[in-house]
Nanobody, 120 residues
Framework: QVQLVESGGGLVQPGGSLRLSCAAS????????GSWYRQAPGKERELVAE???????NYADSVKGRCTISKDNAKNTVYLQMNSLKPEDTAVYYC??????????????WGQGTQVTVSS
């Protein structure tokens, strides 16, 4: 059994920064790939950033230059560093990871979501 626990969301003023964390726990061997999505009220869920096997990263045009996705293999954690936040970044952010368990089975797991609100 593998679970994801997200943290780091909150209320921040425009121009501020937040770092979201997504920690895999349970029978985890390693994280193969990780992504962050977000969903604003009345809008569809959209991909914000992803880190794929080998370490290559991809970003939505709306966050390029402001966000950095990274992965700590020792901690089985995926991060999203967000800088220069704008009100339009307000959304629930979801982590999605591909995780190998101790039996080397690959799972696609979603976090519970964390609220990010950018407002003065």
């Amino acid at each position: 059994q593998v679970q994801l626990v997200e943290s780091g969301g909150g209320l921040v003023q425009p121009g501020g920064s937040l770092r979201l964390s997504c920690a895999a726990s349970g029978s985890v061997f390693s994280i193969n790939a990780g992504s962050w999505y977000r969903q604003a009220p009345g809008k569809e869920r959209e991909l914000v950033a992803e880190i794929i096997p080998g370490g290559r990263t991809n970003y939505a045009d709306s966050v390029k230059g402001r966000c950095t996705i990274s992965k700590d293999n020792a901690k089985n954690t995926v991060y999203l560093q967000m800088n220069s936040l704008k009100p339009e970044d307000t959304a629930v952010y979801y982590c999605n990871t591909q995780v190998y368990d101790l039996g080397r089975r690959l799972y696609d797991v979603w976090g519970q979501g964390t609220q990010v609100t950018v407002s003065s």
